[in-house]
């Protein structure tokens, strides 16, 4: 299983990134899938996350800003985000946890974003 997170980069503030994560040797509409971050010192914040079955819910500091969604025929989950801010800067890692058995996790490979003012 592998997940490849990609679609970072660097912006300026009020600028948009679509950031991409490829699932390979799982089929994602078996998993809640979600986007954490981490900025500089300790902790992932939760961004956002899309339940197989449900609707998405969205960290506080990115609501009404950041879109999940997922496509299932390119296997893939994705994050729309606009108007950025600087302290929307850190590594973005997409998870993948299985809907039946939460020890089945995975996480990608992190990539960057970083918001300029």
């Known amino acids: 299983v592998q997940l490849q997170a990609y679609g970072g980069g660097l912006v300026q503030a009020g600028g948009s990134l679509r950031l991409t994560c490829k699932a390979n040797g799982i089929n994602i509409d078996g998993f809640n899938a979600g986007w954490y971050r981490q900025a500089p010192g300790p902790g992932r914040e939760k961004v956002a996350v899309?339940?197989?079955?449900?609707?998405?819910t969205y960290g506080d500091s990115v609501k009404g800003r950041f879109t999940i969604s997922r496509d299932t025929t390119k296997n893939t989950v994705n994050l729309q985000m606009s108007s950025l801010k600087p302290e929307d800067t850190g590594v973005y890692y997409c998870?993948?946890?299985?809907?039946?058995?939460?020890?089945?996790?995975?996480w990608g490979q992190g990539t960057q974003v970083t918001v300029s003012s």
């Open positions: 899309t339940p197989a079955d449900g609707r998405p």
């Open positions: 998870n993948l946890v299985s809907r039946v058995d939460n020890n089945f996790s995975y």
